[in-house]
C-alpha cells in the first residue's frame, strides 16, 4: 500500500538553528499539506499546495517558516531559527484530487525538539 | 469555517459499542462530515465520510440527523485496539481548496 513518507523520523535541534523536514506524498497525489501538532492538540494546518502553488497558508508564520513544491511532488517545510515553542509533530498529508471524497493520507511525522 | 464540538474523552469495555457524538451547529450546505482515528506517535487516518443519513463501512458507522447540526460515528464491539483520539471534521470536500481543520478530538480509552 502506497504510502506518504517523511524524514527525518526525530529531530533535535537547539534554539536559533535551521531546521528542514522532508514530504513525499503518494503518487499522483495533487495536492500536500502540513500540519503541526502539539502534545495533546489536534493537527493545526500550516500550509496546503496544489501541484506546486500555495492555496493556504494563513496560518504559516511566514518570520520563520517556509514551505516549498518546486516541482510539485515532493515538498520540504523549514524553520529557521527554531523556537523552544516549535516542539512538536510535524505532519505531512496527502490527497488526490480530483476526488469525490477528499480522502487525507498522513506521514507518520516528524517529531522536533528544541532544546 | 464550520466549528465541531465533541467530547475531550470517554471510556469504554472491550466489546461494548461506542457512540462519539460531534456537535457542528453551524455547518454549510456543501459541508461533508469526515471522522479520522490517530493512535500515539502515528498520524490520523481517515476513518468515514458522510453527508447526511448513515454511512456504514467495514469500522464504523456514521449517523447524521436531517439537520446536520450533528453527527455520531459509532464504533461496534470496540477492542482494546480502538484506544485512540478520533476527530471530527466538517468541510467542503467537494472544493478541494479549502482547508480541513482539526478540533482537539475524543480521546478513547478501552478498558478490558
Known amino acids: 500500500e502506497a504510502e506518504v513518507a517523511q524524514s527525518p523520523r526525530y529531530k533535535i535541534t537547539e534554539k536559533s538553528q535551521a531546521v528542514a523536514f522532508w514530504c513525499d506524498p503518494i503518487?499522483?497525489?495533487?495536492?500536500l499539506y502540513w500540519y503541526r501538532q502539539i502534545l495533546g492538540q489536534g493537527p493545526e494546518l500550516l500550509v496546503q499546495?496544489?501541484?506546486?502553488?500555495?492555496?493556504?497558508d494563513s496560518q504559516l508564520p511566514k518570520d520563520r517558516f517556509s514551505a516549498e513544491r518546486l516541482k510539485g511532488v515532493d515538498s520540504t517545510l523549514k524553520i529557521q531559527p527554531a523556537e523552544l515553542g516549535d516542539s512538536a509533530m510535524y505532519l505531512c498529508a496527502s490527497s488526490l484530487t480530483p476526488e469525490p471524497l477528499r480522502e487525507l493520507f498522513f506521514g507518520e511525522g516528524s517529531r522536533l525538539t528544541v532544546l | 469555517l464550520a466549528k465541531t464540538t465533541q467530547p475531550i474523552s470517554m471510556d469504554s469495555y472491550e466489546g461494548q459499542e461506542v457512540n462519539i457524538t460531534c456537535s457542528h451547529n453551524n455547518i454549510a450546505t456543501n459541508d461533508y462530515i469526515t471522522w479520522y482515528q490517530q493512535f500515539p506517535s502515528q498520524g490520523p487516518r481517515f476513518i468515514i465520510q458522510g453527508y447526511k443519513t448513515k454511512v456504514t463501512n467495514e469500522v464504523a458507522s456514521l449517523f447524521i440527523p436531517a439537520d446536520r447540526k450533528s453527527s455520531t460515528l459509532s464504533l461496534p464491539r470496540v477492542s482494546l485496539s480502538d484506544t485512540a483520539v478520533y476527530y471530527c471534521?466538517?468541510?467542503?470536500?467537494?472544493?478541494?481548496?479549502?482547508?480541513?481543520?482539526f478540533g482537539k478530538g475524543t480521546r478513547l480509552s478501552v478498558i478490558a
Open positions: 499546495f496544489q501541484d506546486e502553488s500555495v492555496v493556504d
Open positions: 471534521l466538517v468541510g467542503d470536500i467537494v472544493r478541494g481548496n479549502t482547508p480541513l481543520v
Open positions: 503518487s499522483g497525489h495533487a495536492t
